[in-house]
């Protein structure tokens, strides 16, 4: 993979989130990949923020996009080498307070294995 490529996967993976599409973001995956985040420990504390796999990564989306149906993530800044991409973003939801947000995306073969999301 390029960095060019790494960023071409991270705007559709912002398309597709911001589109609520959850069968054209996990396609974006690969079957055993994995996903952190504080969201989930706080949601789902059972998981303690880690995820893995399609099927629960479609569980947790489905789950926020029912939850908050206004959901979507404005890019503001992208850094990207041979295997991943660091993106930042601002999430947006009607009635929260904005709140910036760091992630990771890990790619490897043109899939994501790996996404970890910072915030505080």
Do not use: C
């Amino acid at each position: 993979m390029t960095p060019k490529l790494n960023h071409k996967i991270a705007l559709e993976w912002f398309e597709a989130f911001n589109q609520h599409d959850l069968e054209k973001l996990l396609k974006l995956y690969h079957d055993n990949a994995r996903h952190y985040s504080p969201k989930l420990k706080v949601h789902k504390p059972e998981t303690l923020g880690l995820i893995q796999g399609k099927e629960e990564l479609r569980a947790w989306w489905k789950n926020a996009f029912e939850r908050l149906p206004s959901l979507v993530y404005e890019p503001t800044n992208f850094i990207s080498n041979e295997s991943q991409i660091f993106m930042e973003y601002i999430r947006k939801v009607d009635g929260e307070e904005h709140m910036m947000v760091g992630e990771v995306l890990e790619i490897v073969n043109g899939l994501i294995i790996s996404s970890r999301v910072y915030h505080s």
